[in-house]
Structure formats: C-alpha cells, structure tokens
C-alpha cells in the first residue's frame, strides 16, 4: 500500500515555476555585454539548480573566468535578473490546481530553491498563493545551498513535520540528493529541467508526469 505524506516541499524553478526565459535573457544580456558568448534558452535548464553564481560560472568562458569577471557578472546579474525575474515566467499547467486541492486538505507546503532568497520571495509573490505556505526560502547566508539539507531541516522543523513525513517534489539531481540527506521522499518533476535518468540516478523514489499525480501521494 502507498505511503500518504500529510506534508510537502517544493523547489521553485522547474517545479512549480518555469522561469528559464526569464533566467535566459537576463544571463545572456550579461554575457552580451561583456562580450561573450550567449546562449540558447534552451541550454540554460542545465545550467540552472546550484544557485545564481554557479550559473554565471557556468556561462563565463573558462578563459575568462577569473575572480574579477566572475563577481562583476554576478553583480550584474543578481541586478538584472531581480528586476526582471517575472517578465516571461509562468506556474506550470496544473500547479495551480494542485496547491489549491493540497491546501484544501490542510496540507503543510512550502518551498526551498537555490535562487537568491529575496529573488525567490518575489518570484512566489507574483505566482504563487504565499498564504498557503509555511515558508518560503531561497539562498541565503543562513543555510549552504541544497544539496546541503540543513535548510531542508529547519523547514521540517517550522513545519512541525517528521522528516519522514513530507513529500520532497524537485526536477534536479540536487533536489534528489537534498530530499535523500534530510529524510524526505524524493519525487522527480518530469516536466522540469532535466532528465528522469538524471533524477532516477539519483535517488528519486517516484518520478511524476503531471502535478496532478501528486496527489496519489497525500493524505486525504
């Protein structure tokens, strides 16, 4: 019989929000201007998951990537991209409906991204219904990044949940790895940014087609 989690955590881009574009076109304008090469929207899903200065590492050219260049685009970016981290982006087809019916049945939710904490607040204060989460959190100096699951935890712990108790939904290896390490049930969004060979390998317990296939996973 199918274990039912009375609770949930939901990273951000790829789960619930497709905000590629968004992170495209701010990236590329950087590059754009410092001269390099840009890149299509399309390759950014597999620069995206470890946090902004991942990603312009990522992008810089490795000749190019020296501490200088790589705080200066980080600067720009984090400027660029928190002016215009809405412009395109949009909740995936049935996300909506989704946190309604789990707020419905008195679901815990809440989020954990690696995007910059005050970027991802403005993110899911634009899209999402804040109201039916506990917390919501980005990067930050608090807590390492995921895959660390020392933010994972700490939400658990607001959250007043058993670790063993909540539904981790992520479209990444990291999220994979940060659900395994905290305890959670690791679930693999197919309709993210990576692949469910990425996901399965490492460690998704279930990989889920559609948002509304998670609710097989809940409590009623």
């Given at each position: 019989m199918r274990k039912k989690y009375s609770a949930a955590i939901f990273d951000l881009d790829g789960t619930l929000v497709n905000s590629l574009a968004d992170i495209a076109d701010s990236m590329n304008r950087i590059l754009e201007s410092e001269g390099f090469q840009t890149y299509d929207t399309d390759d950014y899903r597999f620069f995206v998951g470890n946090g902004i200065r991942r990603l312009v590492e990522n992008c810089i050219p490795k000749e190019k990537r020296n501490a200088e260049t790589v705080e200066r685009c980080l600067a720009l970016m984090i400027e660029d991209y928190g002016a215009n981290c809405v412009n395109k982006s949009s909740l995936y087809e049935g996300i909506s409906e989704l946190l309604a019916e789990l707020a419905a049945r008195g679901t815990k939710m809440s989020v954990l991204s690696n995007k910059a904490e005050a970027i991802t607040a403005k993110?899911?204060?634009?899209?999402?219904?804040?109201?039916?989460?506990?917390?919501?959190?980005?990067?930050?100096?608090?807590?390492?990044?995921?895959?660390?699951p020392e933010a994972a935890l700490f939400i658990a712990s607001r959250m007043e949940v058993e670790p063993s108790e909540i539904f981790y939904l992520g479209d990444t290896s990291v999220d994979m790895h940060t659900a395994r390490a905290a305890g959670f049930f690791p679930a693999g969004a197919l309709w993210g940014f990576r692949s469910a060979g990425e996901l399965l390998e490492a460690g998704a317990e279930v990989l889920i087609k559609t948002p509304s296939d998670c609710l097989n996973y809940f409590t009623t």
């Open positions: 993110v899911c204060r634009r899209l999402l219904p804040v109201e039916s989460f506990v917390e919501i959190r980005g990067a930050s100096e608090q807590f390492p990044r995921k895959p660390s």
